[in-house]
């Protein structure tokens, strides 16, 4: 398995360099790091006492890795979950915040592992996320892309805003579908067919 700092480096590589999408509630974001992170951490990367744009714009690779390893990684406590769920975890908690848990955390319920999607990673989640991979060890990462990607879809179903980010001008699958498919089997991937089936109500 990787190491956290390799998947924090993949993870930055996935997300890109500097953009302002007005559309994307995260604001300006550079290496997957949003402003509104720089600004909580107080990470004044410039050092003109002030934490705005042009911190978000000169933020490194390295400096985005750093942040991605403590703040979505160790801090939340994902090193506890099963060694196989901790990529597509983090990713999605780099992507989405503790929504991240709360989907893994109602999928355990689904599983038949209660758990209360309070997002966050305590003993409860650790307990029923280690059970439910004893009971499935060859399907949990598999079994938490598919709800990532249901959850993104589901998204995009009630903000017409963010359907962009799912589905492309031309129809084919967006930078969050192919993100969640990443992380499982290929067996589990959609067609494009079945795709655009998906999202043929969206305007």
Request: aromatic share 8%.
């Given at each position: 398995m990787h190491t956290v700092q390799d998947i924090a480096k993949e993870i930055v590589a996935r997300e890109g360099g500097f953009v302002d999408d007005p559309d994307d509630p995260g604001g300006a974001t550079n290496h997957g790091v949003t402003i509104a992170t720089l600004r909580r951490l107080g990470f004044d990367t410039t050092g003109d006492g002030r934490v705005g744009v042009e911190d978000v714009h000169a933020l490194t690779r390295t400096q985005a890795e750093t942040i991605f390893v403590e703040h979505y990684f160790r801090r939340p406590g994902l090193s506890n979950l099963p060694d196989p769920l901790q990529p597509g975890v983090f990713d999605m908690y780099v992507n989405s915040g503790s929504n991240a848990v709360k989907i893994l955390q109602k999928l355990l319920s689904e599983m038949g592992f209660p758990c209360t999607p309070d997002g966050i990673v305590g003993p409860q989640t650790i307990r029923q996320?280690?059970?439910?991979f004893e009971a499935a060890p060859a399907h949990m990462a598999d079994a938490y892309a598919i709800a990532r990607?249901?959850?993104?879809?589901?998204?995009?179903?009630?903000?017409?805003?963010?359907?962009?980010?799912?589905?492309?001008?031309?129809?084919?699958?967006?930078g969050w579908i192919?993100?969640?498919?990443?992380f499982m089997a290929a067996r589990y991937r959609l067609t494009e067919a079945q795709h655009c089936e998906r999202t043929a109500s969206w305007a």
């Amino acid at each position: 398995m990787h190491t956290v700092q390799d998947i924090a480096k993949e993870i930055v590589a996935r997300e890109g360099g500097f953009v302002d999408d007005p559309d994307d509630p995260g604001g300006a974001t550079n290496h997957g790091v949003t402003i509104a992170t720089l600004r909580r951490l107080g990470f004044d990367t410039t050092g003109d006492g002030r934490v705005g744009v042009e911190d978000v714009h000169a933020l490194t690779r390295t400096q985005a890795e750093t942040i991605f390893v403590e703040h979505y990684f160790r801090r939340p406590g994902l090193s506890n979950l099963p060694d196989p769920l901790q990529p597509g975890v983090f990713d999605m908690y780099v992507n989405s915040g503790s929504n991240a848990v709360k989907i893994l955390q109602k999928l355990l319920s689904e599983m038949g592992f209660p758990c209360t999607p309070d997002g966050i990673v305590g003993p409860q989640t650790i307990r029923q996320a280690q059970a439910a991979f004893e009971a499935a060890p060859a399907h949990m990462a598999d079994a938490y892309a598919i709800a990532r990607r249901n959850w993104y879809y589901a998204l995009a179903d009630k903000r017409a805003s963010s359907r962009k980010y799912a589905r492309r001008k031309d129809g084919g699958k967006g930078g969050w579908i192919l993100r969640a498919e990443e992380f499982m089997a290929a067996r589990y991937r959609l067609t494009e067919a079945q795709h655009c089936e998906r999202t043929a109500s969206w305007a």
